[in-house]
C-alpha cells in the first residue's frame, strides 16, 4: 500500500483519515469511539489541535484540523489519539497487535467552499455507509456539535471553523452548514468521492498548483488532475506498480485506496 502524504505544510486544513488493522471493526463499540474523542479533546489540550470536524465509525475515523504553523502539532497529536486508543483496547482485550493498519493519510483542502464541502463529506459518512439516514443520528461524528455548540469538553474550534469556511459568525456557518447537509441528502450526493481521502491536495487548480510547489522535491511523480468541480493532487500508480515488481505486482491501481467507506 501507497504510503501516507504527511508532510504538512503551514496555513492549510486538512483532512485525516487512520482505518483500523486490516479493516477490522475494531470501533464497534460506543465506548471506544467515546474514548477515541476523549483522547481527541487531550490533544487539544495538550497540543493546541484546531478541529474543526470529526467522525469516528465502526472501523475508521476522519478528521479535519487546521495546521497553523506546520510544526508537530498533528503529529503529536495522532501518535497521541491513535497510540493511546489501541493501547487501552489491546489491554481490555486482552489483545496483541496493531490496532491500525499502516499510517493515516492526510489530504490538504482548500479553506472557503471546498472546506465546507469537505466537512458535509465527512458528516454523510455513516448515511453513506446505511447505518443512519442524518448526521445527527450519529453521536461520534461533529454534525451535533456543530449545531449545537457545547459549553464544556468542547472539541471543535467554532471560530476558526466559521472563518476558514468564508464566514462572519458561527451562526452563519451553523445556517449553510444545515443546508449543504440537507441538500447533499436530497439530491443523493452521499456518495464516495475519492478525492476527499485518497489525494495529496484538493481544491481549486491554483490550490492545488501552491500545494504542489510547496512540496518541492516531495512532489516529483504528483499528478495534477481534474475533476467534476474540483483539481486534485494524486500519487501517480505507476511508480509504486514500476518499484515493486513481480514480488508485490497485487498492488496496482485498484489497490492504492488509503480509506474504505
Same mark, same amino acid.
Given at each position: 500500500?501507497?504510503?501516507?502524504? +504527511?508532510?504538512?505544510?503551514?496555513?492549510?486544513?486538512?483532512?485525516?483519515?487512520?482505518?483500523?488493522?486490516?479493516?477490522?471493526?475494531?470501533?464497534?463499540?460506543?465506548?471506544?469511539?467515546?474514548?477515541?474523542?476523549?483522547?481527541?479533546?487531550?490533544?487539544?489540550?495538550?497540543?493546541?489541535?484546531?478541529?474543526?470536524?470529526?467522525?469516528?465509525?465502526?472501523?475508521?475515523?476522519?478528521?479535519?484540523?487546521?495546521?497553523?504553523?506546520?510544526?508537530?502539532?498533528?503529529?503529536?497529536?495522532?501518535?497521541?489519539?491513535?497510540?493511546?486508543?489501541?493501547?487501552? !483496547?489491546?489491554?481490555?482485550?486482552?489483545?496483541?497487535?496493531?490496532?491500525?493498519?499502516?499510517?493515516?493519510?492526510?489530504?490538504?483542502?482548500?479553506?472557503?467552499?471546498?472546506?465546507?464541502?469537505?466537512?458535509? !463529506?465527512?458528516?454523510?459518512?455513516?448515511? +453513506?455507509?446505511?447505518?443512519?439516514?442524518?448526521?445527527?443520528?450519529?453521536?461520534?461524528?461533529? !454534525?451535533?456539535?456543530?449545531?449545537?455548540?457545547?459549553?464544556?469538553?468542547?472539541?471543535?474550534?467554532?471560530?476558526?471553523?466559521?472563518?476558514?469556511?468564508?464566514?462572519?459568525?458561527?451562526?452563519?456557518?451553523?445556517?449553510?452548514?444545515?443546508?449543504?447537509?440537507?441538500?447533499?441528502?436530497?439530491?443523493?450526493?452521499?456518495?464516495?468521492?475519492? !478525492?476527499?481521502?485518497?489525494?495529496?491536495?484538493?481544491?481549486?487548480?491554483?490550490?492545488?498548483?501552491?500545494?504542489?510547489?510547496?512540496?518541492?522535491?516531495?512532489?516529483?511523480?504528483?499528478?495534477?488532475?481534474?475533476?467534476?468541480?474540483?483539481?486534485?493532487?494524486?500519487?501517480?500508480?505507476?511508480?509504486?506498480?514500476?518499484?515493486?515488481?513481480?514480488?508485490?505486482?497485487?498492488?496496482?491501481?485498484?489497490?492504492?485506496?488509503?480509506?474504505?467507506?
Amino acid at each position: 500500500m501507497a504510503r501516507a502524504h +504527511r508532510h504538512y505544510i503551514a496555513g492549510h486544513a486538512w483532512h485525516i483519515t487512520h482505518r483500523c488493522h486490516k479493516r477490522e471493526f475494531l470501533l464497534k463499540f460506543s465506548r471506544d469511539r467515546h474514548r477515541w474523542m476523549q483522547w481527541l479533546f487531550e490533544a487539544k489540550r495538550r497540543y493546541g489541535l484546531v478541529i474543526l470536524n470529526y467522525a469516528v465509525t465502526s472501523n475508521h475515523v476522519h478528521l479535519i484540523v487546521y495546521d497553523e504553523d506546520g510544526g508537530e502539532t498533528i503529529p503529536n497529536s495522532i501518535r497521541l489519539i491513535a497510540g493511546r486508543t489501541g493501547q487501552e !483496547y489491546n489491554q481490555r482485550k486482552k489483545r496483541k497487535g496493531a490496532f491500525w493498519e499502516d499510517r493515516y493519510h492526510a489530504t490538504a483542502i482548500e479553506t472557503g467552499e471546498h472546506l465546507l464541502r469537505c466537512l458535509v !463529506y465527512v458528516d454523510l459518512n455513516m448515511v +453513506r455507509a446505511g447505518v443512519v439516514t442524518h448526521p445527527e443520528q450519529w453521536n461520534h461524528g461533529g !454534525y451535533n456539535e456543530i449545531q449545537h455548540p457545547r459549553r464544556k469538553n468542547i472539541l471543535i474550534d467554532y471560530e476558526s471553523l466559521s472563518s476558514l469556511s468564508g464566514f462572519e459568525d458561527i451562526e452563519s456557518f451553523q445556517s449553510a452548514h444545515r443546508q449543504w447537509v440537507a441538500s447533499a441528502l436530497l439530491e443523493g450526493e452521499a456518495q464516495r468521492e475519492g !478525492y476527499w481521502t485518497q489525494s495529496i491536495a484538493t481544491g481549486s487548480r491554483s490550490f492545488v498548483e501552491a500545494v504542489k510547489a510547496q512540496m518541492r522535491s516531495f512532489a516529483t511523480g504528483r499528478q495534477i488532475r481534474e475533476k467534476a468541480d474540483c483539481y486534485e493532487l494524486r500519487e501517480s500508480p505507476s511508480l509504486y506498480i514500476a518499484s515493486f515488481g513481480t514480488e508485490k505486482d497485487n498492488i496496482d491501481v485498484e489497490n492504492l485506496l488509503f480509506w474504505n467507506e
